[in-house]
């Protein structure tokens, strides 16, 4: 089964994919690693990857889709792709449609994790880490048990991503919707889309993920 995870940065697209990968075997395909896998390879695509990422310049669709095709190629017919960051215009829809049927699949699920957009600034804006072995907390919903000090390791040092901020987070939102925008009529015309509460508990989630999946 092959599925696209729609999603704004924060809505929990990573969480929810690598619980795929382990419970249902499937493969992650996110444009972001597969570029930097691509970049370290000595391969002709590889060369060519890194000349464009070291200029500064954007990876065009077509590259993209040699790398998608590539990584289906790798893949048995019984592993399922879930496609992350990819596609994000009309063009990129059409052409991965076009990748797919070269292999014999089709796409079957477009879940898209719907989220509030004020909750999700307060989710993404009260993040913190360990700054020793990268545990993850929370200013609300999770701090660490003894005040300053990290429950994993006891570092009493901890950070956070300097773009945890809400103006780029509010920004990140207006660029999905942007990008996502122009590819969901498509897939909804299908009938292939279906939204879930991204708010949810990563639990209820995976649960409403499953279902669909089983639909």
Known sequence: ??????GPPGAGKGTQAQRLVEHHGMRQLSTGDMLRETRKAD??????????MDSGGLVSDE????????????????VGAIFDGYPRTAAQADQLD???AKH???????????????ALVERITGRFTCAKCGEGYHDVFKQPKQ??????????EFKRRPDDNEETVRTRMQEYRGKTAPILPGY????????????????????????????
């Open 104 to 118: 014999g699949r089709q796409l079957d699920h477009v879940i898209e994790l719907e989220v509030d957009e004020d």
């Open 43 to 52: 391969t002709e695509l590889g060369r060519k990857v890194a000349g464009i």
């Open 1 to 6: 089964m092959d599925i696209i995870l729609l």
């Open 147 to 156: 005040e300053g000090v990290c429950d994993k390791c006891g570092s009493t």
């Open 98 to 100: 076009e990748i797919l």
């Open 63 to 78: 590259i993209v889709s040699a790398m998608i095709d590539a990584k289906l190629s790798d893949m048995g017919p019984e």
């Open 188 to 215: 909804e015309a299908r009938n292939i889309v279906t939204r879930v509460d991204g708010m949810a508990s990563i639990e209820d989630v995976t649960h409403a993920i499953d279902a669909i999946l089983a639909g």
